[in-house]
């Protein structure tokens, strides 16, 4: 059993930054692609980024340039760094865990991020 906690989120100005964690209990976190997915309101939840266990990135096209994800594997933590930010990136922030060989996705409660003036 994994269990995901997001914080970070908040109110910020467009073009200001945040950058969220996600904490993972147990112990299969190195063992285990991390990714960031956004929900706004009435909108479908989508995939913002994602790190694999060898230390790859990859970015939703909306985000890339701006947005950059890390992970510490001594602290069982994904991280999202997010600058330049729009208020279209107003959303629910949702961290994932998949672990290797596992079709099991486990997710966070999800924080809010907000941008506006």
């Known amino acids: 059993q994994v269990q995901l906690v997001e914080s970070g989120g908040g109110l910020v100005q467009p073009g200001g930054s945040l950058r969220l964690s996600c904490a993972a209990s147990g112990r299969t976190f190195s063992r285990s692609a991390m990714k960031w997915f956004r929900q706004a309101p009435g909108k479908e939840r989508e995939w913002v980024a994602t790190t694999t266990i060898g230390g790859s990135r990859s970015y939703a096209d909306s985000v890339k340039g701006r947005f950059t994800i890390s992970r510490d594997n001594a602290k069982n933590t994904v991280y999202l760094q997010m600058n330049s930010l729009k208020p279209e990136d107003t959303a629910v922030y949702y961290c994932?865990?998949?672990?290797?060989?596992?079709?099991?996705?486990?997710w966070g409660q999800g924080t809010q991020v907000t941008v506006s003036s």
């Open positions: 994932n865990s998949k672990e290797l060989g596992s079709d099991y996705n486990y």
